[in-house]
């Protein structure tokens, strides 16, 4: 079945500085990569997500890229704020899995005012 | 508005109980999934339903139970068999999977349980 590593675990910036996470699956097949944001207490939502047939996708100040070659994508969050610290989860899902999405273990992000 | 929306916020158990997590979806999806989050970890999938009357196993589905009577539905019971069930819980849904395109999950806001 599909495998996904996510790093870093933990990460720390400055207010205004840039994040990157990044993700690597192991099933070349999958098509699908959305990204979770956790905020303490909630559930999960939805921030962006990328289908295999493009290979970026940007929306405000945040961005994923995929490398469908080396099964990786990326997280990319510009002028860090206060309010994007949370936990960010990936996750992947093959062709044939319906919709069963594979996670990350999650990186907490913390961005320091 | 459509969503999913898990009770109670809070539920305590005491040792040998069983309870009962509810989740319930307006959002008219055929599959419902239950994770299980324990503090500073990820997602733990416990059970899935991907249709109505039909539900499968996760990772770690023992001491749970669950059920499927109607599509908006999906319980979960942490049984006494639990011996760990302090977590947080996270219900999701999500649409079936169409002509090539696929869609997230949604989440609901978590049902936090602690064994007192």
């Known amino acids: 079945g599909e495998n996904v590593e996510q790093h870093p675990s933990t990460l720390s910036v400055q207010e205004g500085d840039s994040a990157v996470i990044k993700c690597t699956y192991s099933d070349s097949a999958s098509n699908y990569f959305p990204w979770y944001k956790q905020e303490l207490g909630k559930g999960p939502q939805l921030i962006i997500d990328?289908?295999?047939?493009?290979g970026e996708k940007k929306d405000q100040r945040i961005a994923v890229t995929l490398n469908k070659t080396a099964k990786h994508f990326s997280l990319h969050i510009t002028e860090t704020q206060p309010e994007d610290s949370a936990v960010y989860f990936c996750?992947?899902?093959?062709?044939?899995?319906?919709?069963?999405?594979?996670f990350g273990g999650g990186t907490r992000l913390m961005v320091k005012p | 508005d459509g969503g999913i929306t898990q009770s109670p916020k809070y539920l305590f158990r005491k040792e040998g109980q069983n309870v009962t997590l509810s989740c319930e979806q307006n959002?008219?999806?055929?599959?419902m999934y239950w994770y299980r989050q324990d503090p500073g970890q990820g997602l733990r999938l416990i059970y899935y339903?991907?249709?109505?009357?039909?539900?499968q196993k996760g990772d770690i589905a023992e001491g749970y139970s669950v059920s499927r009577e109607k599509k908006e539905s999906f319980p979960l019971t942490v049984t006494s068999a639990q011996k760990n069930p302090t977590a947080f819980y996270l219900c999701?849904?999500?649409?079936?999977?169409?002509?090539?395109?696929?869609?997230?999950?949604?989440f609901g806001s978590g049902t936090r349980l602690t064994v007192v």
């Open positions: 990328i289908r295999s047939n493009v």
């Open positions: 959002l008219n999806h055929d599959a």
């Open positions: 339903s991907q249709i109505v009357n039909d539900f």
């Open positions: 996750a992947a899902t093959p062709n044939n899995a319906g919709n069963m999405l594979t």
């Open positions: 999701a849904s999500s649409a079936p999977f169409r002509q090539g395109v696929r869609d997230g999950y949604t």
